[in-house]
């Protein structure tokens, strides 16, 4: 027993002095772990709060608000249909007036005269129905007779005109291709020497190019230009080039076969040896003025303008040459061209005849128809339709002379309606209408509300939808409306477009007053029995699909993000929704 107590003893003390050892190490790691805690819970990310609210199941109702304002049904602007001077005022502002009731009058002198014109009229329309119903006489069934055949023998004698002018046409044509003939036969060999001598002298002209280029091309002359920087050089070149191919591509171009088209073809090659003339005469006074260097010596300069200035002179001799052959193939061909211009002459004439006749065979055959056709119709007795046209012109007469009879009455303008004027714009002597209304009133007609709604609420009104308004003069009551018309087209209001929609007092209300406002509310849209959430908890993704945040728990930082189907906009904020159920929470904001 003792042998145990004292083991126990022993084993006490040695712990004690363990535990005294380890002391300072035990309390260092307390304090470790303390500072550790501390810098965590100082720098770990602070938890998110959120806004929620609770998923409810009740009615909705959905409502498109504005300010109303009281307007007459009837809201009058009366003007004058017709442009006079203004001669009698009845009224004034303020004044009740009785439907029919005189407001206003105009001069009425010229209406007065288009009243007895529109009476003419009808007895004149009286007066034709009256004929077709008596029937054509005597008298004028020869009149249309004699007409008829004096157009039938004009008409068979213009077609003989015709014929006689294609017959000389024929002959003439004939005539001309014998000259023309004849011409080419006679000039052929004169022609074909006149293109060899115009592409010899081509040729010619061709050749000085080539030398000319030749003496540019030389080292010492380019030697002299490179050095002396002429003047017109760069030109000469550009001409002297472009001159050689015309007159390379005259030279291989197909030779003319007539006359007039060697001629032609001896222009072109004369205009093209005179410019060529003008090349060379550049590209001599260019060579002439280049100073002299150690390569290009005076000897040089010498030749080489000897050289040009022969080119100058075959050049030269080849343009009088082509001025002798373009002469002597004209003076040739004159006899034939003044034949053949007359003979052409000849038949254009002899054309117009031809065309004349076809237009006056047409003109005349129109004439005869409609002469034969007007004989058949006097000698015919009258058609019932006939008959009924005439009626019907009657008829037109006299309802134009309603209208000028009308528009007499016009002159006077009248109050349409019962009811009270608000303005009147005309004075004794001016001229009406202007771009002012003559006389405006109010009916005596129900009452309305105008209310002006966004371009987003207008899609959810229609027609005979209820609603209310509070007006400012009766706040503890609310008056109720009924939806009656819907502006199509928008309205401008302080610059931003507006929809006007007019509500019907669904009661009629003799207290209230035109002008008086109020906010006016439409119910556009009513669910019974409905899961709402406020609208700023509805969320879209990018694809377009429409989420809610629901916490998984409600005192839990954890949520989902559950897709749903929207419905009803109501009052208060709050939308319709599938996809969430009646008690959950959901996320409105989420505050970081």
Wanted: glycine share 6%; charged share 25%; aromatic share 6%.
């Amino acid at each position: 027993m003792n042998f145990y107590l004292s083991k126990i003893i022993s084993g006490a003390k040695e712990s004690l002095r363990f535990f005294r050892r380890h002391l300072k190490k035990t309390i260092a790691g307390f304090v470790v772990l303390f500072f550790a805690w501390a810098a965590y819970a100082a720098t770990r990310p602070k938890q998110p709060e959120y806004v929620t609210q609770i998923a409810e199941r009740t009615d909705l109702r959905q409502l498109v608000e504005a300010v109303g304002t009281i307007i007459s049904d009837k809201d009058l602007e009366l003007q004058f249909p017709s442009v006079d001077i203004v001669m009698q005022v009845y009224v004034k502002e303020g004044d009740k007036v009785k439907a029919g009731q005189r407001l206003t009058a105009l001069r009425s002198g010229s209406l007065a005269a288009a009243v007895t014109g529109a009476s003419a009229a009808v007895q004149s329309a009286q007066a034709q129905l009256r004929e077709l119903q008596e029937g054509s006489r005597p008298e004028d069934i020869a009149i249309i007779e004699a007409q008829v055949a004096n157009k039938r023998a004009s008409l068979e004698a213009v077609k003989q005109t015709l014929l006689n002018s294609e017959e000389n046409i024929r002959i003439a044509n004939e005539e001309l291709a014998v000259l023309e003939k004849e011409a080419r036969t006679s000039l052929s060999g004169e022609v074909g020497t006149s293109v060899s001598t115009a592409l010899q002298y081509l040729a010619s002209a061709k050749t000085a190019l080539q030398v000319t280029q030749g003496v540019f091309n030389s080292n010492e002359v380019n030697d002299a230009v490179v050095k002396n920087l002429p003047s017109g050089y760069d030109t000469l070149i550009v001409n002297l080039k472009s001159s050689l191919e015309r007159v390379s591509s005259l030279l291989t171009s197909s030779a003319p076969a007539d006359y007039q088209k060697t001629l032609r073809f001896l222009g072109q090659v004369r205009t093209e040896i005179n410019m060529v003339s003008d090349v060379e005469n550049r590209a001599y006074d260019i060579l002439s003025n280049l100073s002299l260097t150690s390569y290009f010596t005076n000897t040089s300069r010498e030749t080489n303008k000897t050289t040009l200035a022969t080119q100058k002179a075959n050049v030269q001799t080849a343009l009088s040459t082509m001025d002798s052959t373009i002469k002597s193939l004209q003076d040739s061909s004159a006899a034939y061209d003044t034949k053949i211009v007359t003979k052409e002459g000849e038949i254009r004439t002899l054309t117009g005849n031809r065309d004349k006749a076809k237009a006056d065979i047409a003109t005349y055959e129109t004439s005869l128809q409609i002469d034969q056709a007007s004989l058949a119709l006097k000698k015919a007795p009258a058609r019932q339709t006939d008959l009924d046209t005439a009626a019907a012109k009657v008829r037109q007469a006299q309802a134009d002379l309603a209208r000028a009879a009308a528009n007499f009455n016009d002159t006077i303008l009248t109050a349409p309606v019962d009811g009270v004027i608000t303005h009147v714009n005309v004075k004794t002597g001016e001229v009406r209408p202007s771009a002012l209304p003559a006389v405006t009133m109010i009916g005596l007609s129900p009452y309305r509300i105008e209310m002006f709604v966004s371009e987003v609420d207008i899609p959810k009104v229609d027609l005979s939808q209820s609603g209310a308004i509070k007006l400012d003069a009766f706040p503890d009551r609310k008056f109720q409306l009924r939806a009656g018309e819907v502006d199509g087209a928008s309205t401008d209001k302080d610059g931003v477009p507006k929809y006007r929609i007019k509500l019907d007092f669904v009661f009629p209300h003799d207290e209230l007053k035109i002008g008086m406002t109020g906010d006016a509310e439409i119910i556009t849209g009513e669910k019974d029995d409905v899961v709402i959430v406020p609208l700023r908890a509805v969320l879209q993704k990018a694809d377009g699909a429409k989420y809610v945040r629901v916490l998984k728990k409600p005192k839990d930082a954890e949520f989902e993000e559950r897709t749903v189907i929207t419905g009803l906009e109501g009052e208060g904020g709050n939308i319709e929704v599938e996809g969430v159920e009646e008690g959950e929470t959901v996320i409105v904001l989420i505050k970081q």
